[in-house]
């Protein structure tokens, strides 16, 4: 059986255009349908207890990956004493159009977070990233893993040549990560670990991390469920918290739990005795450091 030539010559062409009208509908139809989206959240919440609010938005990436660029975003969320509130100069998501769910985020310019303390004082920290960036990844419309990592964190009160951040979900717990490079702390929650850290590293996992499923889902507020964890006898094991100061270098482990203005509250011990005692938003002691 003979077949034309011109089958073999026109075929993939057209198969070509073919597939590329389909991707270019399917681009157009996510983009459309991420606007709308973006339209309706803006200045209202985006799940319990989290709100939204950005000055413009513009979407690119065509055809393969959708790109959302936001100026002026400012996150809200809602918690015990007050809310804590993120401000960015320029923030932009990135995202297959198709395939698994995984989300890249870029933030730059200044960054302003704030949050109220025990004593109803509103604090405020700013600070320039060199690079700011994070990934999401999302399982059933549940988020499983969250990396981040800011380079070249230029704070007035806090410094840092790295600072990465990390979590994952597995079956027994929520295992998180958290690392610093070149810290300068001159005041602050953890001024007592300063002034300069040449490295901090601590591994730790919450328990009962079924409970943080609604959350996880964006179907439930975190100060709800962070409450309901707490009375349940929630606890942060830490396994590993390793500050790194010049020569000196101490390991402390133990557990930490909520209070009651879901502040971290308890006390972690190393093998020659020193203890960091965490009560009323700051760490109180730090034995045999100067």
Sequence with gaps: ???????????????L????????????????????RLDRANGHEIAPGVRMRFSEKRLAGFPFRLDVVLKNLRMEVAESGGP???TTEEFAAHALSYGRVQM????????????????????RFSFLPGTFRASAM???????????????LDGGEFR????????????DGLDLYLKLDGAQVTAGYAAALG?????????????????????????????????????????LGISELTVTRGKER????????????????GTLRAQNGTTLQFAGNHISRLDLLP
């Design 250 to 265: 101490l390991t402390f482990a133990g557990e930490l739990m909520l209070d009651e203005r879901h502040d971290l509250a």
């Design 84 to 86: 804590i509130i993120w």
């Design 195 to 235: 002034p300069d850290i040449t490295v901090l590293l601590a591994r730790g996992r919450l328990n009962r991390s079924d409970m943080f499923a609604p959350v996880l889902a964006g179907q439930a507020s975190q100060q709800q469920v962070f409450e309901r964890w707490r009375q349940s006898g929630g606890k």
């Design 1 to 15: 059986m003979r077949y034309s030539s011109r089958f073999f010559l026109y075929g993939p062409f057209a198969g």
């Design 160 to 171: 840092a040549r790295d600072l990465q951040l990390h979590a994952r979900q597995s079956r």
């Design 17 to 36: 255009l073919i597939l590329t009208g389909l991707v270019s509908v399917h681009w157009w139809s996510v983009a459309n349908a991420w606007a709308e």
């Design 104 to 123: 890249i985020f870029e933030s730059a310019g200044r960054q302003t977070i704030s949050w109220v303390a025990p004593q109803g004082i509103t604090h």
């Design 138 to 152: 999302l399982e059933q419309s549940k988020l499983v893993r969250f990396d981040s990592e800011i380079v070249d």
